[in-house]
């Protein structure tokens, strides 16, 4: 089957199928981001990520164009150019780097992207654990997320320090596993207390 051919699995379910199918995901998702967040001691983060999923402008594209093999925005944006259902969640949800996205003051750039708070790059890193787990089901592997994030490692716009982070988190994920990484996300919340950081104050290097 073609990447093409993908696209349109959804027309092959009914609407109970994709219903169903697609609730299931995204409680399957939060399941798995809620218990990460608890570990890295992100409480309230984990109780209440991804809410806007269940609003009418992203439940509904979602279930319209869900076929279990491909995420339903992807599908959306290649039918209609554009999903609306993305760019609303985005725009409400501070663990995508996407929403800390600005317009650059300097001639030198069009856009930049805003440093994010550290609570926010550790949801991010179980964001994009828990999508891989409730997509991929039992053809999972801890090297998912660090794969799936190189696919656009080069072209992303995020600001350095949280690129840095980032990364770091999801080679330790991809290498030790996922609860070593989450500890590793805890232990740096806990080192900078909640207040700004940089890449050397935490040690690491520039991508």
Request: proline share 1%; with cysteine.
């Amino acid at each position: 089957m073609t990447q093409e051919e993908k696209y349109y699995l959804y027309k092959e379910k009914n609407f109970a199928e994709r219903f169903f199918g697609h609730l299931s995901t995204v409680l399957t998702h939060k399941k798995y981001v809620m218990r990460a967040c608890f570990k890295m001691g992100l409480y309230r983060q984990g109780l209440f990520h991804d809410l806007s999923k269940f609003s009418l402008t992203e439940f509904v594209p979602s279930v319209k164009y869900y076929s279990g093999r491909l995420s339903p925005n992807a599908v959306d944006r290649k039918i209609n150019g554009a999903s609306l259902a993305w760019l609303h969640h985005k725009g409400r949800n501070k663990h995508h780097f996407e929403y800390w996205i600005d317009y650059s003051a300097s001639s030198d750039e069009y856009a930049f992207g805003c440093k994010m708070p550290l609570r926010f790059v550790a949801e991010m890193v179980a964001d994009r654990y828990a999508a891989c787990v409730a997509y991929n089901k039992d053809e999972y592997t801890k090297g998912d997320a660090w794969a799936y994030y190189q696919r656009a490692r080069d072209v992303i716009i995020m600001h350095k320090d949280t690129k840095a982070v980032l990364e770091k988190a999801l080679t330790i994920m991809a290498n030790e596993g996922e609860e070593a990484a989450f500890k590793y996300m805890k232990e740096i919340l806990k080192t900078t207390k909640g207040t700004d950081y940089s890449i050397e104050s935490l040690g690491l290097k520039e991508s």
